[in-house]
């Protein structure tokens, strides 16, 4: 990727995303769900952009000239200049052409050859420390016992019934006090931090309903392919803020399922900030947000000002 094509990339993807980031600040009463969808949305626009050109009328951005046009000026400017150019280059060949100027030219190629490395550079360390937080996560699953009986095992059932969810979910009871997360695709598992066989059944049912909300949704795979849009675009703040919003639009829409089961909120409310408090400040599940989610002055799924 040259220069000139990833500032043309930059702008335009950046211009998508802030475009999907107003839209969601103006549709803040509207449901989590849909705001969800449009980042999830203008995130796979943004990635499809540079070969969407191939099929779709160009987009250009003012002041940038595209490449037949710096063709046509460069023809242009041959054709009027050809004789001064041919005087320069006569005078250029008595000029020495030894070390000093071999490298100057190395030097000018470096230069014009940086920003992509930088880009490069970014995109490998940015898919560095994706696969290592992945692999993180696949030791964690591995070493996991899966649970086959007792209440947690009852209430999934009841819980996929009632979603209509047809996949198998496993559950995993992992040695990590405070790991509480929803993995993979087509096989998912939900990983349960070491004290889960004591919760009371109504956590257990408020813990699953919110869980295979995430499952139903297919939101481990939306959260992985932002990621990897984030590691391609890692320059853009607006795609890094996007991320952000889409798993906590991904949180909300979970939490209004939740509600849309009959959960009340301030049984819901409890429950959350209770299992916070017991794991602590800084954990994977914030309590403090999700209460203030359901608070009675907050409509489910409404957003906080942007």
């Not at 203008?42 to 951005?61: S, T």
């Not at 405070?178 to 070491?194: D, E, I, K, S, Y």
């Amino acid at each position: 990727m040259t220069a000139q094509l990833l500032l043309e990339t930059s702008l335009k993807t950046s211009g998508i995303v802030a475009l999907a980031l107003l839209g969601t600040c103006l549709l803040r009463r509207r449901s989590a769900a849909m705001r969800h969808w449009i980042l999830a949305a203008a995130l796979a626009c943004a990635a499809a952009a540079p070969a969407l050109e191939r099929f779709v009328p160009a987009w250009k951005v003012p002041g940038i000239a595209s490449e037949p046009q710096r063709a046509e000026c460069g023809v242009r400017l041959s054709r009027t200049t050809s004789s001064r150019f041919d005087r320069l280059t006569t005078s250029e060949s008595t000029q020495p052409s030894g070390p000093p100027a071999r490298a100057a030219r190395a030097a000018a190629e470096s230069y014009a050859s940086l920003p992509e490395n930088l880009w490069l550079a970014g995109v490998a360390v940015s898919f560095l420390a994706l696969l290592i937080g992945l692999a993180r996560l696949a030791w964690i699953v591995s070493r996991a016992r899966e649970l086959h009986e007792g209440a947690w095992i009852r209430i999934a059932g009841e819980v996929s019934r009632e979603y209509g969810l047809r996949r198998r979910v496993r559950l995993l009871q992992s040695a990590h006090p405070t790991l509480l997360a929803t993995w993979g695709w087509a096989r998912p598992r939900v990983v349960l931090p070491a004290g889960a066989a004591d919760w009371s059944d109504d956590r257990v049912r408020i813990v699953l309903l919110h869980e295979l909300a995430h499952v139903v949704r297919n939101d481990w795979a939306t959260q992985v392919f932002a990621a990897l849009v984030r590691s391609v675009y890692w320059f853009s703040p607006f795609v890094w803020i996007a991320g952000r919003r889409l798993r906590q639009e991904s949180e909300r829409a979970a939490d209004d399922a939740v509600l849309n089961r009959g959960i009340d909120g301030a049984t819901c409310a409890s429950e959350l900030l209770t299992l916070a408090r017991s794991f602590g400040p800084g954990t994977e599940m914030s309590g403090r947000r999700r209460l203030a989610l359901l608070a009675p002055r907050r409509s489910k799924g409404e957003s906080p000002p942007c």
